[in-house]
């Protein structure tokens, strides 16, 4: 291959990769069932855009039909910074309707758009606006379970609002102003914990529980918008950031009646560091916290009398490397066998994640599955037959099915039958679930499912993008090796067209590598990753790892970082390299990786430490130095700055900085709130410092996921330039 240019005859440009929804993933989403089972509703933009309305699909009639459509007026560049910052924390790209719910016991629905909240009576009713933030935005709004009123946060409280219409009142005080807020979840709660909400209705709609956050004490930490033509107010934006090893935000949990009085704060014990993860009201009125410690090796679920705030300890997970949060707490609402009260629970005591059944006390009963595989959620719960649903890795990490099994144990029954990743919804009933699979070589489709025994009842969706018989994209080949310690990785290879020849090829190895993300699956998501297909069609083989660290493998495999981040994972990168080259695959002269987030900091660890391997890095958004992220995550994996400091100082790119020999590309967005130009910007000195050129790659107005159209484009032809011009 050496002597071969690439060239550039592909069917894919770079408007494939840039534009989202990516091929064959405009697919219908956000799926629920009514609650009386009659209809399944959903987000979708049947033009294959990202500009979603809400549908209903009748399952008496058969018939589809359009119930709500966008209001119209919002876009990325008009919405307020509060609605700008959630859209970050959720990775959300898609506009329109991008949030709808249906009240539990009502056929009540209400839609929430870009600060602004509308509700319906019901499918064909009209829709109507309930709130008008005029600039200040409704934040978060919940609909109560009777759907008689809207909650949501306006201004650093919590309000509410009759469902009807009529004036909305204050529930929360002493926030505003004052470097606190109700009802909102902090930034890490967000961005780290996967919670978006601070507060949570009451079953019987009498009550709200709520999270005080206090970040007043946190010091300011302001971004600069450089790029815009003005300054002043508007140009520049504070954030109460807590970087690893300094100060937390300071949580309470309250709780407040609806009608009147006073808020009741909850009892959470002595230690005041501390993260609050998850909450659930209970059947009987209580509520329930699962709170976890600074070091995340301890999680308490705990329940609280929202009278007097009273609480007791139902049990308690640690772990000597660190707890992962879940949601697959759920309280069961009748008895099991005369008992009141009982719950599952999940836990990772055995290595991987599995179910367990409780009483309501927190007395084991039994534990409800087993092996080395993870249970990855909790679907649904049939409690008259004593059946729980879940999803799982079973069979293989790199797939996902829908399971069941007896809340008496038994072995577990796998009820979807494709290979492939399955995501699923129950009915209410539990008699059904809606079920969108897809796999490498099967664009995601959309069906109705008997839970009985998996048969299918109907087809949901199966339209084909007209984009796919133009690019004709080819699944990769999924791939098993072992490393230097006879540890078995998955990976992925996508192999050049046959006119670029047998190889070796230049190759490009596209990496994340860190914790709670698995890039190797049999899935459509691995597939129409579309810079890997452009690449690719470039004639570069193209290799993804799934290296120790990563998910769904257990917790024996992922702790294999603990306290040492940067060295497992580019160890098993360079192992990768090296099989690649014995099969003849890889041009071991012409070898490079690039990564965004996480995978920008093992783009950089690779090309620092591993430089006989690795001759040309891209490295997107990277951390280089861990104290200068956040708390939550940073400290999970390494403890603080104080308690490890040469695990900080060995993980730091900065530190490898003098064996670099390769070139290096850095790409940031100057205004990214989560991981901050400051990283790169202490790279460069760093790289400065030790006379090692580089390139530099900026977008003034983007954050840490790009979103303009023109800023995405400009950016993969880069990318592409830089490689073909280093490595062809």
Same mark, same amino acid.
């Given at each position: 291959?050496?002597?071969?240019?690439?060239?550039?005859?592909?069917?894919?440009?770079?408007?494939? @990769?840039?534009?989202?929804?990516?091929?064959?993933?405009?697919?219908?989403?956000?799926?629920?069932?009514?609650?009386?089972?009659?209809?399944?509703?959903?987000?979708?933009?049947?033009?294959?855009?990202?500009?979603?309305?809400?549908?209903?699909?009748?399952?008496?009639?058969?018939?589809?039909?359009?119930?709500?459509?966008?209001?119209?007026?919002?876009?990325?560049?008009?919405?307020?910074?509060?609605?700008?910052?959630?859209?970050?924390?959720?990775?959300?790209?898609?506009?329109?309707? !991008?949030?709808?719910?249906?009240?539990?016991?009502?056929?009540?629905?209400?839609?929430?758009?870009?600060?602004?909240?509308? !509700?319906?009576?019901?499918?064909?009713?009209?829709?109507?606006?309930?709130?008008?933030?005029?600039?200040?935005?409704?934040?978060?709004?919940?609909?109560?379970?009777?759907?008689?009123?809207?909650?949501?946060?306006?201004?650093?409280?919590?309000?509410?609002?009759?469902?009807?219409?009529?004036?909305?009142?204050?529930l929360t005080h002493g926030a505003r102003e004052t470097g606190?807020?109700?009802?909102?979840?902090?930034?890490?709660?967000?961005?780290?914990?996967?919670?978006?909400?601070?507060?949570?209705?009451?079953?019987?709609?009498?009550?709200?529980?709520?999270?005080?956050?206090?970040?007043?004490?946190?010091?300011?930490?302001?971004?600069?918008?450089?790029?815009?033509?003005?300054?002043?107010?508007?140009?520049?934006?504070?954030?109460?950031?807590?970087?690893?090893?300094?100060?937390?935000?300071?949580?309470?949990?309250?709780? $407040?009646?609806?009608?009147?009085?006073?808020?009741?704060?909850?009892?959470?014990?002595?230690?005041?560091?501390?993260?609050?993860?998850?909450?659930?009201?209970?059947?009987?009125?209580?509520?329930?916290?699962?709170?976890?410690?600074?070091?995340?090796?301890?999680?308490?679920?705990?329940?609280?009398?929202?009278l007097n705030g009273q609480s007791k300890t139902l049990l308690?997970?640690?772990?000597? $490397?660190?707890?992962?949060?879940?949601?697959?707490?759920?309280?069961?609402?009748?008895?099991?066998?005369?008992?009141?009260?009982?719950?599952?629970?999940?836990?990772?005591?055995?290595?991987?994640?599995?179910?367990?059944?409780?009483?309501?006390?927190?007395?084991?009963?039994?534990?409800?599955?087993?092996?080395?595989?993870?249970?990855?959620?909790?679907?649904?719960?049939?409690?008259?037959?004593?059946? $729980?649903?879940?999803?799982?890795?079973?069979?293989?990490?790199?797939?996902?099915?829908?399971?069941?099994?007896?809340?008496?144990?038994c072995e577990p029954r796998r009820l979807t039958h494709e290979?492939?990743?399955?995501?699923?919804?129950?009915?209410?009933?539990?008699?059904?679930?809606?079920? !969108?699979?897809?796999?490498?070589?099967?664009?995601?489709?959309?069906?109705?499912?008997?839970?009985?025994?998996?048969?299918?009842?109907?087809?949901?969706?199966?339209?084909?993008?007209?984009?796919?018989?133009?690019?004709?994209?080819?699944?990769?080949?999924? @791939?098993?090796?072992?490393?230097?310690?006879?540890?078995?990785?998955?990976?992925?290879?996508?192999?050049?067209?046959?006119?670029?020849?047998?190889?070796?090829?230049?190759?490009?190895?596209?990496?994340?590598?860190?914790?709670?993300?698995?890039?190797?699956?049999?899935?459509?998501?691995?597939?129409?990753?579309?810079?890997?297909?452009?690449?690719?069609?470039?004639?570069?083989?193209?290799?993804?790892?799934?290296?120790?660290?990563?998910?769904?493998?257990?917790?024996?495999?992922?702790?294999?970082?603990?306290?040492?981040?940067?060295?497992?994972?580019?160890?098993?990168?360079?192992?990768?390299?090296?099989?690649?080259?014995?099969?003849?695959?890889?041009?071991?002269?012409?070898?490079?990786?690039?990564?965004?987030?996480?995978?920008?900091?093992?783009?950089?660890?690779?090309?620092?430490?591993?430089?006989?391997?690795?001759?040309?890095?891209?490295?997107?958004?990277?951390?280089?130095?861990?104290?200068?992220?956040?708390?939550?995550?940073?400290?999970?994996?390494?403890?603080?700055?104080?308690?490890?400091?040469?695990?900080?100082?060995?993980?730091?790119?900065?530190?490898?900085?003098?064996?670099?020999?390769?070139?290096?590309?850095?790409?940031?967005?100057?205004?990214?709130?989560?991981?901050?130009?400051?990283?790169?910007?202490?790279?460069?000195?760093?790289? @400065?410092?030790?006379?090692?050129?580089?390139?530099?790659?900026?977008?003034?107005?983007?954050?840490?996921?790009?979103?303009?159209?023109?800023?995405?484009?400009?950016?993969?032809?880069?990318?592409?330039?830089?490689?073909?011009?280093?490595?062809?």
């Open positions: 291959m050496a002597d071969r240019p690439i060239r550039e005859t592909t069917s894919i440009s770079i408007e494939d @990769i840039a534009r989202y929804p990516l091929p064959g993933m405009g697919i219908p989403g956000s799926l629920a069932f009514c609650p009386d089972d009659r209809l399944i509703t959903y987000l979708h933009s049947p033009e294959h855009t990202l500009e979603r309305q809400l549908y209903a699909f009748d399952l008496n009639s058969g018939e589809h039909r359009l119930l709500i459509e966008s209001p119209g007026g919002k876009s990325e560049e008009n919405i307020a910074p509060e609605e700008a910052l959630r859209r970050e924390r959720q990775r959300q790209r898609e506009l329109g309707v !991008t949030h709808y719910a249906w009240a539990r016991h009502s056929s009540r629905l209400l839609v929430a758009y870009f600060g602004d909240i509308y !509700t319906s009576d019901g499918p064909g009713q009209p829709l109507r606006r309930l709130v008008h933030s005029d600039g200040d935005p409704a934040i978060d709004p919940q609909i109560s379970p009777d759907g008689d009123w809207v909650a949501y946060v306006q201004n650093a409280e919590v309000y509410v609002v009759p469902f009807a219409g009529g004036d909305a009142r204050q606190r807020t109700n009802g909102l979840a902090e930034y890490i709660a967000q961005e780290e914990m996967d919670r978006a909400s601070g507060f949570w209705w009451s079953p019987d709609s009498r009550w709200i529980a709520f999270e005080e956050v206090d970040e007043s004490h946190i010091p300011v930490y302001r971004i600069v918008h450089q790029g815009k033509s003005g300054t002043g107010e508007g140009t520049q934006e504070d954030h109460r950031y807590p970087f690893a090893g300094c100060a937390n935000a300071r949580v309470r949990l309250g709780v $407040v009646p609806i009608e009147s009085g006073e808020s009741v704060w909850m009892d959470l014990g002595e230690e005041q560091d501390i993260y609050l993860a998850r909450f659930h009201w209970l059947p009987d009125g209580r509520l329930s916290a699962q709170i976890e410690n600074r070091q995340q090796t301890q999680l308490n679920l705990v329940v609280f009398d929202p308690q997970e640690t772990s000597p $490397v660190w707890i992962n949060l879940h949601d697959l707490f759920r309280p069961l609402e009748q008895t099991y066998h005369g008992m009141a009260g009982c719950f599952l629970w999940a836990s990772e005591r055995s290595g991987y994640r599995h179910l367990y059944l409780y009483d309501a006390d927190g007395v084991l009963i039994r534990q409800l599955t087993s092996g080395d595989w993870m249970v990855d959620s909790l679907a649904g719960v049939d409690e008259a037959a004593g059946r $729980v649903y879940f999803t799982a890795s079973l069979e293989d990490p790199r797939q996902c099915h829908l399971y069941v099994v007896s809340l008496d144990g290979p492939g990743t399955h995501s699923v919804v129950l009915d209410y009933a539990c008699h059904r679930f809606i079920d !969108t699979w897809h796999a490498l070589n099967r664009p995601p489709i959309i069906g109705l499912f008997s839970l009985a025994d998996g048969s299918l009842l109907r087809t949901l969706y199966d339209e084909r993008d007209p984009r796919l018989e133009r690019l004709s994209l080819d699944p990769p080949e999924l @791939i098993t090796l072992q490393n230097r310690h006879g540890t078995s990785l998955y990976g992925a290879l996508f192999h050049p067209p046959e006119r670029f020849g047998p190889g070796p090829y230049p190759t490009l190895v596209y990496v994340y590598g860190g914790p709670h993300t698995q890039l190797v699956v049999d899935g459509w998501s691995l597939t129409v990753t579309m810079r890997l297909q452009y690449l690719c069609s470039l004639g570069f083989l193209i290799f993804v790892l799934d290296n120790r660290g990563s998910a769904r493998r257990g917790l024996a495999f992922e702790g294999m970082i603990q306290n040492d981040l940067g060295h497992a994972e580019v160890d098993d990168q360079v192992d990768g390299v090296r099989w690649l080259v014995a099969q003849g695959l890889a041009d071991q002269q012409r070898v490079g990786i690039f990564g965004w987030s996480y995978g920008g900091y093992m783009a950089a660890m690779c090309l620092a430490r591993a430089p006989e391997v690795f001759k040309v890095a891209v490295a997107g958004a990277p951390v280089t130095h861990w104290d200068g992220y956040d708390t939550f995550y940073t400290e999970r994996y390494m403890g603080t700055p104080q308690s490890n400091p040469l695990g900080y100082q060995a993980s730091s790119v900065f530190t490898h900085i003098p064996n670099l020999r390769g070139k290096l590309m850095v790409v940031h967005g100057l205004i990214d709130e989560n991981v901050h130009f400051r990283h790169s910007a202490r790279l460069i000195n760093a790289l @400065i410092a030790a006379r090692k050129p580089y390139d530099l790659l900026l977008f003034p107005d983007e954050r840490h996921m790009p979103r303009r159209l023109a800023d995405r484009v400009f950016m993969e032809e880069q990318v592409r330039d830089y490689f073909v011009k280093h490595l062809v």
